[in-house]
DNA sequence: CGAAAATCTGGAACCGATTCCACACCGGGC
DNA sequence: GCCCGGTGTGGAATCGGTTCCAGATTTTCG
C-alpha cells in the first residue's frame, strides 16, 4: 500500500529522486538520501520487485529445475545453489522435473519462459535442443551440472573416468573378481550416467586384461537398492565376487550393511568401493572418490553470475570438469587368496 | 520482445480484446478468439507474469521458508509442497533460512515482503511474533510445518505424544532400563522438538513409575550422529539399556548399525524404535512411529490456497494435529531377563 | 574570470499487462 | 416501436517503479 510515491510526498522529493536515494545509482545530495531513507522506513516501505522487473527487465531470480530433492547429491547441489544465489542477491524458484514429458512441457512452457527468471540452471537434467533453444532466444543464460550439454555450459565430473578410476584402484589391490552394482539404465535419469560408470568399469576391466564374466548388476540408486540386491549377491559363495564397485556410495553403503548381515567381513572378505563421499561415508569407512555438489552447486552458480553479468554476449560455454578427491578408508584392501 | 500489443496488431484487434480473449475472462466472440490465440502461438507470445503482477497484485508464487535442504524431513516436506504447488499452477521459491539471526532478517526484509510471494510456508521453523506480523499486515497468509505457533495455521504432529508413545510401547514389552537419545536443546532447531520429546519420554517413564537415572543422552539428529554416541554407550555393558528410544529414525538407524558392529543383537539384547519411518527403516526393520512429511507439506500447501481463495478475510487459524501410525517392524521385543 | 565539468533534482515517458467504462449491436418482451 | 439485457469490442487509466532528458546550481580549472 506505499508506495514509492508515498515515500517521495514524504521526503518532499520526487519520485525519480526518491528512487535514486533508494537504488543507491545516480546523483543524491548526502541529506537529501538521508531523508528519503528516513521516510522510507518510517512508512515500511520496500520496492515491489514486479514493478523493478518490469521496467529493468531483470528479476533477480534463478529458476532452478531439479529431478529429485530427496537424494543425496540433489540435496546437496542445492544447498550450495542456495546459499550462493541468496548471498548474491537472489531468488531461487524451484521446479521439480518428472519424467512425465508432459508436465516437462508444462514447466518450460507455462512457468520458466514467463520472464520470472534471469537465468536456469539445470540440475542432473538433459535438457532437449529445443529447449535450450527456447531458453537461449529469450537470452536466458543456462548452465548444466551433472553431465555435459550440447549448447549450454555445464560441470560435471567425468562419470566414466571416475568408474575407471575406482575400478583401477580394486585392481590394484590384487582383485580380479570384481563386479559392478550401477544404475539401471531404464531408471529415471539423464546423461546416461549409469551407463557412463559401467562403461568406465569394464574400460579398466579390459585394460587389466581381466576377462569378463557376469560383472554386472543393475539396482535402484540408494541404500535399499545396494541392500536387496547385495543380499542375493552375496548370500551365493560361487556367484560372490572378491570386491564391488558400486555406482554411488548409497549403493555401496547399502551393500556393506547387507555384507555384514551376511556375516562377511568388510574389507578382508569383500572390499568395497563407491562414488560420492556422501555424508555416511565416514561412518561405514567406505573408500570412495570425492565429488562435492554443495561446492559444485556454488560454482554453477558463479557461472550463471558470470554470464549474467556480460549480458548481452552470450557468453562462451564452458565445460568444466570437476576433479575427483579419492578418499582412502577403511573398506577397501587386498583380496583374500591373493598371491 | 513480443508483447500483448504485438498480438493485438497481429490479430486485428485491441490490446484489450487480446487479453481477455488469451486469459479467458470476458466476452470474446469466438473466431475473434481463435484469431488472437493464432496470433499468439505464431509469435511465441507468453506474458509477462511481471506485468500481470503488477496490476493484479497476484504474483502466483508461494515463498518456503526452510532450515535444511538435505535432511530427510525436510526434503520429504519439500517434494510434498513442490508437486501440490506445481499442480496448482504456482511457483515455489525457495529460502533456507540459518541460525543467524542477521541472515535471517535479510531473508525476512529483503525478500519475502517484496510482493514476490503470494503466501509463505514456514518449515520447522518458529517464526517470531513481529515475522508473523509483519506478514499478515502485507495480507499473506502464512501456514507453518513442524510445529505449533500463535497467531497462524500450523500442522504437525504432536511431539509429547510421540515420544510417549513410542516409549509406552517399549515399557509394555516388558523394559525397565530405557534411555532416549534425542536432540540437543542447543541444536539449531525452532519448537523444541528435542525437549517435547524428552517430555513426552520422561511422561511415559513416570506414569509407569520407572524411576529415573541416566536416562539421555543429547545426539546430532542424524544417523552418524546416533552411531557415534551410540558406540561409546553400548560398549558399557553397565550402563547399556535393554531398550533405546531414538529422538527420531536416523538416530535409532545409528543406533542399530553401532549395536550390530559391537555385535549385539537387535532386538534380543536391545530394542530399537524411532519417530518418522525413514526411506531406510524398513530395511533396518525398525520399529516406528510413521508421520508422512511429504504428505504434511501438501496439506500445508492446501491450506495456504484454501486462506488464498477466501483471500480478504483471514481466514480461521487452524492448528491441524497430524495422526501418526505405529509401524511394528523387527527391531523392538522383550528384554533380555524379562519375566 | 569565464567556460567546462560535475552534481543535484524534477518531469515525463515507459515497461506490459489488466480492467473499468463507454459504446455499439442484436434479439426479445411488452 | 421502444426499452432492456446480454454480447462483443476499443480507449484509457492504472499498477509501481526506473531512467532519459533537461534545467539549475555548484565546483573545477585553464
Not at 521526503?11 to 538521508?34: D, M, N
Not at 589391490?173 to 546416461?192: K, S, T
Request: a negative charge; charged letters at 25%.
Amino acid at each position: 500500500m506505499s508506495a514509492l510515491a508515498d515515500v517521495a510526498r514524504m521526503a518532499g522529493v520526487s519520485k525519480s529522486t526518491a528512487s535514486r536515494a533508494l537504488s543507491g545509482a545516480g546523483y543524491v545530495a548526502l541529506p537529501t538520501r538521508e531523508r528519503v531513507e528516513r521516510a522510507a522506513a518510517a512508512i515500511g516501505y520496500v520496492v515491489s520487485s514486479n514493478a523493478a522487473s518490469l521496467v529493468t527487465g531483470q528479476t533477480r531470480n534463478v529458476g532452478v529445475v531439479i529431478p529429485f530433492i530427496n537424494r543425496w547429491f540433489f540435496a546437496e547441489v542445492l544447498e550450495g545453489i542456495e546459499s550462493t544465489l541468496i548471498h548474491a542477491g537472489y531468488d531461487l524458484t524451484l521446479y521439480r522435473l518428472s519424467s512425465d514429458p508432459e508436465q516437462r512441457r508444462r514447466v518450460f512452457d507455462y512457468f520458466l519462459v514467463r520472464k520470472r527468471v534471469d537465468a536456469v540452471i539445470a540440475i542432473g537434467i538433459e535438457l532437449a535442443p529445443s529447449e535450450i533453444g527456447l531458453l537461449r532466444s529469450l537470452g536466458k543464460p543456462i548452465v548444466g551440472l551433472g553431465g555435459p550439454i550440447d549448447g549450454m555450459s555445464t560441470l560435471s565430473i567425468d562419470d566414466v573416468e571416475a568408474a575407471r578410476l575406482a575400478t583401477e584402484h580394486l585392481i590394484s589391490l590384487g582383485h580380479r573378481r570384481i563386479m559392478h552394482l550401477g544404475g539401471d539404465q531404464f531408471e529415471q535419469m539423464d546423461f546416461r550416467v549409469h551407463a557412463q560408470r559401467l562403461t568406465g568399469f569394464r574400460l579398466a576391466l579390459d585394460e587389466a586384461g581381466i576377462e569378463r564374466g557376469d560383472d554386472f548388476r543393475a539396482v535402484p540408486f540408494s541404500i535399499a537398492g545396494g541392500y536387496e540386491v547385495a543380499r542375493q549377491l552375496l548370500s551365493d559363495p560361487r556367484l560372490r565376487p572378491t570386491a564391488i564397485m558400486a555406482g554411488c556410495d548409497e549403493i555401496a553403503i547399502g551393500v556393506i550393511v547387507a555384507a555384514r548381515e551376511l556375516g562377511l567381513d568388510v574389507p578382508r572378505q569383500l572390499s568395497v568401493i563407491g562414488i560420492d563421499d556422501h555424508d555416511l561415508a565416514e561412518m561405514f569407512g567406505l573408500t570412495t572418490l570425492r565429488q562435492e555438489p554443495c561446492r559444485q552447486g556454488a560454482r554453477a552458480v558463479e557461472l550463471v553470475m558470470r554470464e549474467l553479468s556480460t549480458s548481452g554476449e552470450p557468453a562462451a560455454i564452458e565445460r568444466v570438469v570437476v576433479p575427483l578427491v579419492f578418499v582412502a578408508r577403511r573398506s577397501t584392501t587386498a583380496p583374500p587368496h591373493a598371491g
